[in-house]
């Protein structure tokens, strides 16, 4: 009976340690979203025809973009979708230009795209999950629970475009995307999962343009992407309380371009594109690109990217603080334990003294 009672104990004792991993020490990184997560896949699937130069080596920017300044920081060195190879160990990169929260891909639908179609997120996402491994035909596949699993997309569900896509007027059908991403993801076995809201899109270089046109589409961008953020936050929260388990890391972009914009964090040119100056494209020492806060109308240059991939760190480093400690805990649990066996042994105690009277 002891051992049994020992045993017992042990094993809840194991079971109330908490788990605990580091920014450091994620196995891989997972990609999903649009251009500001796309190093190349866009490029790789359009033979090199989209983005051309003066974007950098494939990238809507002018140099790495903030996923790699993330990968960069843990150590980890994953690769594209569309040149799978050894480092697709540490992580893919599913992203694509022009892709929205759904199927649709606003580069694909310009007319006359003459290229094979490019996935929304949601395409991205199944994608993912058939590469699983999968050694139960009756269960689903099993993605690795240590690594990471970013989501940043909504910003071409609202935008104007070119293409056949009719952009939506509220945020509904978008966050309800992005809710199935993170459902789908957790259900083959994601835990770590970092969603990044939007900037607002009224204040980016080409909605500014079009607002001269259409007086009001900077307000209204504005206020749709206010209502996406707070939509997107109130769904976290409520996905992190019915998916027990997930460890959901929000990023807060659309602050960092508040102070971008305001002029704190040293961008002199915060809504004007580099494109649109000839010296900048030209700079070759790179100090005047550095004074950009967008490379094109839409997306921002790479020191840009660098301040997100910096926020992206930090945040995940907070992230990790606010889990207990092992250590930290393992204490107060230990002192549990102690009391508990304390107990195990009085209790242990009495039942011999009362055998021993029942023996006289």
Same mark, same amino acid.
């Given at each position: 009976m002891r051992k049994q009672i020992l045993a017992t104990g042990f094993v809840v004792f194991s079971f109330m340690l908490p788990l605990k991993a580091t920014a450091a020490s994620f196995t891989g990184i997972y990609t999903f979203g649009d251009s500001l997560s796309d190093p190349g896949n866009v490029f790789n699937t359009t033979s090199g025809n989209i983005p051309t130069a003066p974007y950098s080596e494939g990238r809507f920017s002018n140099g790495p973009i903030w996923v790699e300044e993330l990968a960069d920081s843990l150590g980890l060195n994953p690769t594209l979708v569309t040149t799978p190879g050894t480092n697709s160990q540490e992580g893919i990169n599913f992203a694509y230009g022009g892709a929205t929260t759904g199927q649709d891909n606003t580069i694909s639908q310009i007319p006359g795209f003459p290229f094979p179609p490019l996935p929304g997120l949601e395409q991205q996402i199944q994608t993912f999950i058939q590469t699983l491994p999968k050694e139960d035909p009756n269960t689903l596949p099993q993605a690795d629970a240590k690594a990471l699993y970013i989501l940043w997309a909504g910003a071409n569900d609202y935008l104007p475009t070119q293409s056949t896509f009719t952009p939506f007027q509220t945020p509904t059908k978008p966050i309800q995307n992005i809710s199935t991403a993170v459902t789908s993801l957790f259900d083959v076995g994601a835990r770590n999962i970092m969603v990044l809201n939007l900037p607002d899109l009224g204040n980016n270089p080409l909605v500014l343009g079009l607002?001269? %046109?259409?007086?009001? *589409?900077?307000? #209204?961008?504005?206020?749709?992407?206010?209502? !996406?953020? /707070?939509?997107? @936050?109130?769904? $976290?929260?409520?996905?992190?309380?019915s998916l027990t388990g997930i460890n959901l890391i929000s990023v807060d972009v659309n602050s960092?371009?508040?102070?971008?914009?305001?002029?704190?964090?040293?961008?002199?040119?915060?809504?004007?594109?580099?494109?649109?100056?000839?010296?900048?494209?030209?700079? %070759?020492?790179?100090? *005047?690109?550095? #004074?950009?806060?967008?490379?094109?109308?839409? !997306?921002? /240059?790479?020191? @840009?990217?660098? $301040?997100?991939?910096?926020?992206?760190?930090?945040?995940?480093?907070?992230?990790?603080?606010?889990?207990?400690?092992?250590?930290?805990?393992?204490?107060?649990?230990?002192?549990?334990?102690?009391?508990?066996?304390?107990?195990?042994?009085?209790?242990?105690?009495?039942?011999?003294?009362?055998?021993?009277?029942?023996?006289?």
């Open positions: 607002n001269q %046109q259409f007086p009001g *589409l900077s307000f #209204q961008l504005n206020a749709l992407t206010e209502a !996406h953020n /707070t939509q997107l @936050a109130q769904t $976290l929260d409520v996905l992190s309380e960092l371009f508040d102070e971008a914009l305001a002029g704190k964090l040293g961008f002199t040119k915060p809504s004007t594109p580099c494109l649109a100056d000839p010296e900048c494209v030209i700079d %070759q020492t790179g100090n *005047l690109q550095k #004074q950009f806060l967008f490379w094109d109308r839409i !997306h921002p /240059t790479t020191t @840009a990217h660098k $301040l997100i991939g910096e926020l992206a760190f930090k945040t995940l480093e907070d992230n990790q603080k606010s889990i207990p400690e092992p250590d930290a805990e393992f204490g107060l649990l230990a002192l549990a334990a102690l009391g508990t066996g304390s107990l195990l042994k009085r209790q242990l105690a009495k039942a011999s003294t009362v055998r021993g009277m029942r023996d006289e």
